[in-house]
């Protein structure tokens, strides 16, 4: 959580308090085809860029619009800053 209560929490859902929607985003992943599905090192490795950058708020990016948990999880999918996210 932040300190400064009016400030943007630059956090992902699962760290903002929005349990629910987290818990229905962790299904969607969980429920992805394997094929399609990035490993849980790339995973993690993609959510450590996204909770460093400026577009992230309440674990939504404000470039593209998506969840960033969600767009993390599919191999093909692409940072929308065209930061390192392979």
Known sequence: MNADMNA???CLLK??????LAENIKEYIGALNEE?????DLYEHRLDIC????????GTCRKCG???EMRAAVVTNHCPSE???W
Not at 15 to 20: L, S, V
Not at 36 to 40: E, G, P, Q, R, V
Request: charged content about 45%; aromatic content about 10%; hydrophobic content about 20%.
């Open 15 to 20: 760290d903002a308090g929005e349990k629910e």
């Open 83 to 85: 930061k390192q996210y």
């Open 66 to 68: 998506c969840y960033v």
């Open 51 to 58: 909770k460093k950058c400026d577009y992230l708020l309440n």
């Open 8 to 10: 943007p929490c630059r």
């Open 36 to 40: 399609i599905k990035a490993d849980k």
